[in-house]
T-cell receptor, first 113, second 110 residues
Framework: DVKVTQSSRYLVKRTGEKVFLECVQDMDHENMFWYRQDPGLGLRLIYFSYDVKMKEKGDIPEGYSVSREKKERFSLILESASTNQTSMYLC????????????FGPGTRLTVT | KQEVTQIPAALSVPEGENLVLNCSFTDSAIYNLQWFRQDPGKGLTSLLLIQSSQREQTSGRLNASLDKSSGRSTLYIAASQPGDSATYLCAVRDTDKLIFGTGTRLQVFP
């Protein structure tokens, strides 16, 4: 079974702190994604990566950066956390080729106070 | 720009009913369509994936169909159970990204 893990289920940070959210997948997937999910707004893509050291902006990249130094690990970085970044953050990875099935981690509920 | 819509937004049914969830998309040029289930406060679990060349996929009590020309997919749940209560999301693959609908929140009561 594909397994996508996220470093924390719940996280509370203060405004202005630098926040790291980590995601690891164990299925050798090339593609990895970071989303945030908010009530009424659905899932919104922040960044994705289709290879090590490669990254692409999604729909809402402002205030975020990412790092992918190893194939299995994709990190989301909030350089200076703000209260409007309080959200559920979901990481996903995708099989390559024609199937392209997406698998999600359990999510990190981030609260910025 | 691809848009994905799910109607209804919420559905409440008694246990045992067969039900249909709907997913519509505006651009028929999709690679595939995936159905997910999400329990409160959790991540998404993949249920079924239909490639653009396929018409339907089945897994247990779930059957998903795809009609690209009309821009529609349905998720059929047979003999619903309280454990099926969750939010169901569909997503279409648009090149290298998935475009998600906002989901249908399903409650199955005993």
């Amino acid at each position: 079974d594909v397994k996508v893990t996220q470093s924390s289920r719940y996280l509370v940070k203060r405004t202005g702190e630098k926040v790291f959210l980590e995601c690891v997948q164990d299925m050798d997937h090339e593609n990895m994604f970071w989303y945030r999910q908010d009530p009424g707004l659905g899932l919104r893509l922040i960044y994705f990566s289709y290879d090590v050291k490669m990254k692409e902006k999604g729909d809402i990249p402002e205030g975020y950066s990412v790092s992918r130094e190893k194939k299995e690990r994709f990190s989301l970085i909030l350089e200076s956390a703000s209260t409007n970044q309080t959200s559920m953050y979901l990481c996903a990875s995708t099989t390559s080729g024609t199937r392209y099935e997406q698998y999600f981690g359990p999510g990190t509920r981030l609260t910025v106070t | 720009k691809q848009e994905v819509t799910q109607i209804p937004a919420a559905l409440s049914v008694p246990e045992g009913e067969n039900l249909v969830l709907n997913c519509s998309f505006t651009d028929s040029a999709i690679y595939n369509l995936q159905w997910f289930r999400q329990d409160p406060g959790k991540g998404l679990t993949s249920l079924l994936l239909i490639q653009s060349s396929q018409r339907e996929q089945t897994s247990g009590r779930l059957n998903a169909s795809l009609d690209k020309s009309s821009g529609r997919s349905t998720l059929y749940i047979a003999a619903s159970q309280p454990g099926d209560s969750a939010t169901y999301l569909c997503a279409v693959r648009d090149t290298d990204k998935l475009i998600f609908g906002t989901g249908t929140r399903l409650q199955v009561f005993p």
